[in-house]
């Protein structure tokens, strides 16, 4: 399955490595698959297993919430800068 951003598709793998925040080696080696194997999945060219989606699904999960915190401790230390 693919997404539209900007008129190119992506995979949803391409979609979740990208939120997951893994250069295309990372994930491979996270994984225990090949480069090149990523790289079909990135592009579309290999169908990605759902049991590799769920597994990449939880990485990004897992990013985008530790993303979250450390833009509300920024945010948290802005607001009291401002305050004083």
């Given amino acids: 399955m693919s997404r539209e951003d ?3 598709d992506k995979t ?3 979609v979740l ?3 997951a925040l893994l250069t295309q080696r990372e994930a491979a080696d996270l994984l225990g698959v090949a480069h090149d194997t990523v790289r079909g999945w990135v592009k579309g ?3 990605c297993p759902d049991g590799v989606l769920k597994e ?3 990485v990004a999960q897992k990013s985008l919430r530790d993303q979250a915190n450390e833009v509300e401790e920024i945010a948290s230390r ?3 800068n401002d305050s004083g």
């Fill in 17 to 19: 490595l990208e939120a």
């Fill in 56 to 58: 990449l699904l939880g």
């Fill in 6 to 8: 900007n008129g190119k």
């Fill in 78 to 80: 802005v607001s009291r």
């Fill in 45 to 47: 060219r290999r169908e």
């Fill in 12 to 14: 949803d793998f391409h």
